[in-house]
């Protein structure tokens, strides 16, 4: 997870003349979007979040040919977690703290720097970060770059000079609220969420103007239907999860306005619904004692449409999870043929140790199986959408509960997977990593972490750390 330098690796000159293949998908497939075509423009590649390239110049005929011809060191021993983008012939990637923004002319012999654009973000976001002081990435359209800040500023660069556009506060580190996600653009919309649940920070998203950086409009994930914009075309498909003003009723008095529940993650898009979806992370103390409830919207899936913010169904995926199971996994967003019929399908694997596939158009779930080994349920009733919690594996306040699978890093957490359409495979980056775990009461003091749980991971015997799984969807298992 820690990287100094960025590896430039071609196979001659396959860096610099790759092609789109002829071949396309498996019959019963369909991308959702346009795959990346040479460039890579946004966070995932396309709007689906395959993370495909269907770019064929290097294969198993010539990949011994792959050498380094560059590298390109930040200085900075903190997580890369951002994937670089790839514009007109321009590489561009961002820094964890302090953001840099690298722009490297990849036409020329050595890639050398074309410019670098240096944000100077307010060093006190670094005291607050929860998990590292990373950033995801950035996104490409109408000549800029966007990207997120740590203090929880989205910047817009332009991409040829590399000087700034605009620049918008999305989040207070006042309110220990920093930003780590990259942003994805929807048209003219800027869409970014916010990072600090660990320390109370208010689960939102933030729509801002692509041209000007304004604010147009926010959607928080606890509080009332008004401030979650669930509105008369809100339709959960799961009776446990209609009803009104849950983000406040599910909550224990005041516990919601604390509650954590951020986005910190990937956001997907399918442009023929026009709705994103995205996922919700864990409800604010771990300690579950402290937060009697279900505690929605934390852990849940959203589907909105990013015109106005306004919902079309959510998903709860863990009621009241006392696992620190953030839902903030990409949801891969592919049309298939399941049950015998085109369906418009949602596929997330994430930190419960299930790959779930929903309909996105219903929020209906289809299938949930484990990929790795699950010892906190024992699987998810698909009539209610309520998983079948293991008991003696329920954590609470001074009771050290031993061996639950996977751990609090999740069966898969933030790495994202990827889908071939051609083979039809999920391709997942498992984690094989359990945990002990033991509540403790916790006080709220605002600025510092508010957890409350004492966490031992280790790996199972007779397991490694991880792996790589193959994953057939239409098969529902490992391959």
């Not at 302090?98 to 722009?103: G, K, M, R, S, V």
């Not at 590399?162 to 920093?178: C, H, L, N, S, Y």
């Not at 999860?241 to 951020?262: A, M, R, V, Y």
Request: hydrophobic share 35%; with cysteine.
């Amino acid at each position: 997870m820690r990287k100094l330098a960025l590896l430039l690796i071609c196979a001659g000159t396959l860096c610099l003349s790759g092609q789109m293949t002829d071949r396309g998908s498996l019959p019963g497939i369909q991308p959702v979007a346009p795959l990346a075509d040479g460039q890579w423009t946004m966070p995932a590649g396309d709007y689906g979040n395959l993370r495909y390239s269907p770019l064929d110049k290097i294969n198993t005929a010539n990949v011994q040919n792959l050498h380094l011809v560059a590298t390109q060191s930040t200085g900075i021993a903190h997580g890369h977690e951002g994937q670089p983008l790839v514009v007109n012939g321009t590489l561009y990637m961002v820094t964890p703290f302090p953001n840099d923004l690298i722009a490297l002319d990849i036409t020329k012999p050595g890639f050398p720097q074309r410019w670098t654009f240096s944000p100077n973000p307010d060093n006190r976001a670094v005291g607050i970060a929860c998990c590292d002081t990373v950033n995801r990435g950035a996104s490409y359209a109408d000549g800029k770059i966007i990207y997120n800040t740590l203090d929880a500023f989205t910047i817009a660069v332009d991409s040829n000079t590399g000087k700034p556009v605009w620049k918008t506060q999305v989040g207070d580190i006042k309110m220990a609220e920093t930003e780590t996600m990259a942003p994805i653009i929807v048209r003219n919309t800027v869409l970014v969420g916010i990072s600090g649940g660990e320390l109370r920070a208010r689960g939102r998203i933030t729509a801002l103007d692509l041209k000007t950086g304004k604010i147009t409009w926010q959607a928080f994930t606890t509080g009332s239907d008004a401030d979650m914009r669930f509105g008369a075309d809100f339709k959960p498909f799961y009776k446990k999860d209609q009803g009104q003003d849950l983000g406040i009723k599910s909550w224990g008095p005041d516990q919601w306005k604390i509650g954590g529940s951020t986005t910190w993650g990937w956001i997907s898009y399918d442009p023929t619904l026009n709705l994103i979806y995205y996922g919700s992370g864990n409800p604010g103390p771990w300690n579950e004692d402290m937060r009697p409830g279900d505690n929605k919207w934390a852990i849940s899936i959203f589907a909105r449409n990013p015109d106005t913010g306004y919902a079309k169904w959510a998903y709860q995926v863990v009621p009241h999870s006392g696992w620190d199971y953030d839902q903030e996994a990409e949801d891969v967003l592919v049309d298939m043929q399941w049950g015998g019929r085109m369906r418009k399908l949602l596929i997330n694997s994430g930190k419960t140790g299930y790959v779930m596939v929903m309909d996105r158009e219903t929020g209906e779930l289809l299938s949930a199986e484990p990929f790795v080994p699950v010892t906190w349920s024992t699987g998810y009733d698909l009539k209610t959408g309520i998983p079948n919690r293991v008991e003696k594996k329920e954590t609470h306040s001074g009771k050290k509960i031993l061996g639950i699978c996977p751990a609090n890093v999740g069966g898969k957490s933030v790495f994202p997977t990827a889908f071939s359409p051609r083979t039809g495979l999920l391709y997942i980056p498992a984690t094989h990593i359990c945990m002990d775990y033991e509540g403790m009461p916790v006080n709220y003091i605002p600025g510092t972490p508010y957890i409350g749980a004492d966490v031992v991971n280790f790996i199972p015997k007779g397991l490694d750390a991880g792996g790589l799984i193959g994953w057939d969807v239409g098969k529902h298992k490992q391959v």
